[in-house]
């Protein structure tokens, strides 16, 4: 690529990306449509629709949708429960953490032997239970199918 050919190219770029801004800049908040009641507003930054209709010589506009503002309502609710919920979390961090007395709880000998009788009481059922079984299987390798 020659030198002229690189510097066309840059220029060529320049002037796609700059019409692209313009058009860009040009398109503003509200896009305007023409229907046959009036002409339909729609605000880009909030997604509001309204119809805007001359009458009495003066122009009105509004709102097309009941859902927008049951979407607004919603929003709105959401948000302040957000900011509830994040001063929750920020009392929360702030809030110094329970004094340990740094001594463990150890549970007492009395609960520790109940412990070990359950433990031991469920071995036992448990052998039982395989000798159970073990008696079955001898008992039944006698008997032919």
């Not at 919603?74 to 509830?84: K, S, Y």
Request: overall charge neutral.
């Amino acid at each position: 690529m020659t030198i002229v050919q690189i510097i066309s190219s840059v220029l060529v770029a320049g002037v796609v990306i700059g019409a692209a801004s313009i058009a860009r800049a040009e398109t503003g908040r509200y896009s305007m449509t023409p229907t046959k009641d009036g002409i339909l507003k729609l605000d880009t930054k909030t997604g509001a629709v309204s119809l805007c209709a001359r009458s009495s010589g003066k122009w009105k506009c509004q709102g097309v949708d009941g859902q927008n503002s049951a979407l607004h309502d919603t929003v709105r609710r959401l948000e302040q429960e957000n900011d509830r919920l994040r001063a929750q979390l920020d009392a929360a961090r702030l809030a110094p953490a329970p004094e340990s007395s740094g001594k463990l709880d150890v549970p007492s000998e009395e609960d520790v032997d109940k412990a070990m009788d359950f433990m031991e009481k469920l071995l036992h059922r448990f052998k039982g239970m395989v000798e159970d079984l073990k008696k079955d299987k001898d008992d039944q390798q006698g008997v032919p199918l």
